[in-house]
Structures are given as structure tokens and as C-alpha cells.
Nanobody, 124 residues
Framework: QVQLVESGGGLVQAGGSLRLSCVAS????????MGWFRQAPGKEREFVAA????????YYADSVKGRFTISRDNPKNTVYLQMNSLKPEDTAVYYC?????????????????WGQGTQVTVSS
């Protein structure tokens, strides 16, 4: 089992920045892909970004490419999402997720563990 705890959400004005963190605990000796997803009210949960265990691969949704950066610190079992140039449409609950294995996926059902989520609100 892997437990994931997100932090760093909040209220920010359009154009501002936030950095989300996700700390993993439990069975962290396994290799896993880490991802960020988000869900706005009344919408499906959508992929935001993912990073492989070795950090050789990073992947982004088109809507955040060039604005968001995913990174990870394996000794600290922590993954980050740096969000710059935020827009009101980025408002959502952001979830950290872990997928056991080495291969990237962008669909929520392919991830094995989930955090509780952190709210990000971008005002116009």
C-alpha cells in the first residue's frame, strides 16, 4: 500500500503561481509513475502531468504544457507540480496518484493509489 498526501493548494489570482507537493509513504520501495490529475465541479477527472520513476520521462496535458512543471525527489518520496501563469480554468481539486511500474499512462483508471486532493482556486 502507498499513502499519498497533497499540500500547497490555495487561492491565487490569474497569472500567479502555486507549487503543489505530494508525499508518499508506505510501500515506497517499488518503482512507480507519479501523476497529477484534476477535477473541476461537474467535470470528469482529467490528466495534468506525469513523471516516471527515473525522471527520464515527463508528460503533460496540452492545456498546461509550458505553464506547469512536474518533478520528483525520490529520496524524499515527494513529487511536485509547479504551476505558473495560472488561469481561472485551472480551478479544480488536484489529486496526486501513483501507478506501480515504469510506464506512463494518462487515464485515471490506470493509477493504483490516490491522495485526498487539494483545492486550487484561480480568481480572475
Amino acid at each position: 500500500q502507498v499513502q499519498l498526501v497533497e499540500s500547497g493548494g490555495g487561492l491565487v489570482q490569474a497569472g500567479g503561481s502555486l507549487r503543489l507537493s505530494c508525499v508518499a509513504s508506505g510501500r515506497t520501495s517499488s518503482s512507480y509513475v507519479m501523476g497529477w490529475f484534476r477535477q473541476a465541479p461537474g467535470k470528469e477527472r482529467e490528466f495534468v502531468a506525469a513523471i516516471t520513476w527515473s525522471r527520464s520521462g515527463t508528460y503533460y496535458a496540452d492545456s498546461v504544457k509550458g505553464r506547469f512543471t512536474i518533478s520528483r525527489d525520490n529520496p524524499k518520496n515527494t513529487v511536485y507540480l509547479q504551476m505558473n501563469s495560472l488561469k481561472p480554468e485551472d480551478t479544480a481539486v488536484y489529486y496526486c496518484a501513483a501507478r506501480i511500474g515504469h510506464y506512463y499512462r494518462s487515464t485515471a483508471r490506470d493509477y493504483d493509489y490516490w491522495g485526498q486532493g487539494t483545492q486550487v482556486t484561480v480568481s480572475s
